[in-house]
Nanobody, 121 residues
Protein backbone atom coordinates (compact mmCIF):
# COMPACT_ATOMS: atom_id res chain seq x y z
CA UNK A 1 0.00 0.00 0.00
CA UNK A 2 1.44 3.31 -1.11
CA UNK A 3 1.77 5.82 1.72
CA UNK A 4 3.09 9.36 1.59
CA UNK A 5 3.37 11.38 4.78
CA UNK A 6 4.37 15.04 4.59
CA UNK A 7 5.74 17.06 7.50
CA UNK A 8 7.67 20.21 8.25
CA UNK A 9 5.16 22.92 7.47
CA UNK A 10 4.40 25.85 9.73
CA UNK A 11 4.17 29.60 10.09
CA UNK A 12 7.18 31.59 8.91
CA UNK A 13 7.87 35.26 8.25
CA UNK A 14 8.55 36.52 4.73
CA UNK A 15 12.15 35.84 3.82
CA UNK A 16 12.32 32.85 6.12
CA UNK A 17 12.97 29.19 5.39
CA UNK A 18 11.28 25.86 5.91
CA UNK A 19 12.27 22.30 5.11
CA UNK A 20 9.50 19.88 4.16
CA UNK A 21 9.86 16.12 4.13
CA UNK A 22 7.80 13.29 2.72
CA UNK A 23 8.18 9.77 4.09
CA UNK A 24 7.28 7.21 1.46
CA UNK A 25 6.46 3.54 1.87
CA UNK A 26 4.77 0.65 0.09
CA UNK A 27 6.63 0.89 -3.21
CA UNK A 28 10.14 0.90 -4.68
CA UNK A 29 10.90 4.54 -3.96
CA UNK A 30 14.09 4.67 -6.04
CA UNK A 31 12.20 3.63 -9.21
CA UNK A 32 9.86 6.61 -9.32
CA UNK A 33 9.87 10.28 -10.16
CA UNK A 34 8.65 12.18 -7.11
CA UNK A 35 7.19 15.64 -6.92
CA UNK A 36 5.90 18.39 -4.69
CA UNK A 37 2.64 20.20 -5.40
CA UNK A 38 1.06 23.16 -3.70
CA UNK A 39 -2.56 24.16 -3.36
CA UNK A 40 -3.51 27.63 -2.20
CA UNK A 41 -7.04 28.32 -0.92
CA UNK A 42 -9.50 28.38 -3.77
CA UNK A 43 -6.92 27.40 -6.35
CA UNK A 44 -5.90 24.27 -8.20
CA UNK A 45 -3.09 22.03 -7.07
CA UNK A 46 0.03 22.96 -9.05
CA UNK A 47 3.44 21.43 -9.56
CA UNK A 48 6.21 23.02 -7.52
CA UNK A 49 9.12 20.70 -8.35
CA UNK A 50 9.93 17.16 -9.35
CA UNK A 51 12.96 14.91 -9.26
CA UNK A 52 14.06 11.86 -11.21
CA UNK A 53 14.39 8.45 -9.53
CA UNK A 54 18.14 8.74 -8.90
CA UNK A 55 18.01 12.45 -8.18
CA UNK A 56 19.95 13.43 -11.30
CA UNK A 57 17.28 15.61 -12.90
CA UNK A 58 15.12 18.24 -11.22
CA UNK A 59 12.45 20.55 -12.53
CA UNK A 60 10.96 23.66 -10.89
CA UNK A 61 8.04 25.97 -11.40
CA UNK A 62 9.25 29.39 -12.50
CA UNK A 63 7.82 30.93 -9.33
CA UNK A 64 10.20 28.97 -7.08
CA UNK A 65 13.37 28.71 -9.18
CA UNK A 66 16.39 29.82 -7.21
CA UNK A 67 14.50 29.68 -3.91
CA UNK A 68 13.37 26.05 -3.49
CA UNK A 69 15.44 22.89 -3.77
CA UNK A 70 13.99 19.40 -4.17
CA UNK A 71 16.07 16.41 -3.13
CA UNK A 72 15.66 12.80 -2.15
CA UNK A 73 17.25 10.20 0.09
CA UNK A 74 16.66 6.85 -1.57
CA UNK A 75 18.28 4.93 1.28
CA UNK A 76 15.59 6.23 3.63
CA UNK A 77 12.69 6.62 1.19
CA UNK A 78 12.39 10.32 1.89
CA UNK A 79 11.68 13.30 -0.34
CA UNK A 80 12.68 16.81 0.70
CA UNK A 81 11.81 20.37 -0.25
CA UNK A 82 14.05 23.13 1.06
CA UNK A 83 12.18 26.41 0.86
CA UNK A 84 14.17 29.64 1.19
CA UNK A 85 13.30 33.31 0.75
CA UNK A 86 9.66 32.50 1.35
CA UNK A 87 6.99 34.91 0.14
CA UNK A 88 3.38 35.36 1.25
CA UNK A 89 2.28 33.95 -2.11
CA UNK A 90 3.98 30.65 -1.19
CA UNK A 91 1.25 30.11 1.41
CA UNK A 92 -0.45 26.82 0.57
CA UNK A 93 -0.83 23.21 1.53
CA UNK A 94 2.11 21.25 0.13
CA UNK A 95 1.72 17.67 -1.03
CA UNK A 96 4.15 15.08 -2.28
CA UNK A 97 3.21 12.80 -5.13
CA UNK A 98 4.55 9.68 -6.76
CA UNK A 99 4.53 9.26 -10.52
CA UNK A 100 2.07 6.76 -11.93
CA UNK A 101 4.67 4.45 -13.50
CA UNK A 102 8.31 3.66 -12.72
CA UNK A 103 10.90 5.78 -14.52
CA UNK A 104 8.34 8.14 -16.13
CA UNK A 105 7.48 11.69 -15.09
CA UNK A 106 3.94 12.61 -14.23
CA UNK A 107 1.55 12.50 -11.36
CA UNK A 108 -0.69 9.86 -9.91
CA UNK A 109 -3.59 9.70 -7.53
CA UNK A 110 -1.27 8.89 -4.65
CA UNK A 111 -1.29 11.87 -2.30
CA UNK A 112 -0.45 12.41 1.31
CA UNK A 113 -2.52 14.59 3.61
CA UNK A 114 -0.28 17.56 2.95
CA UNK A 115 1.45 20.03 5.23
CA UNK A 116 0.38 23.66 5.66
CA UNK A 117 2.89 26.40 4.92
CA UNK A 118 1.89 29.90 5.95
CA UNK A 119 4.12 32.88 5.16
CA UNK A 120 3.04 35.94 7.05
CA UNK A 121 4.42 38.71 9.22
Amino acid sequence: QVQLVESGGGLVQPGGSLSLSCAASGFAFNDYFMSWYSQAPGKERVLVADISPLGVTTNYADSVKGRFTISRDNANNTLWLQMNSLKPEDTAVYYCNRAESPWFRGRSDYWGRGTQVTVSS
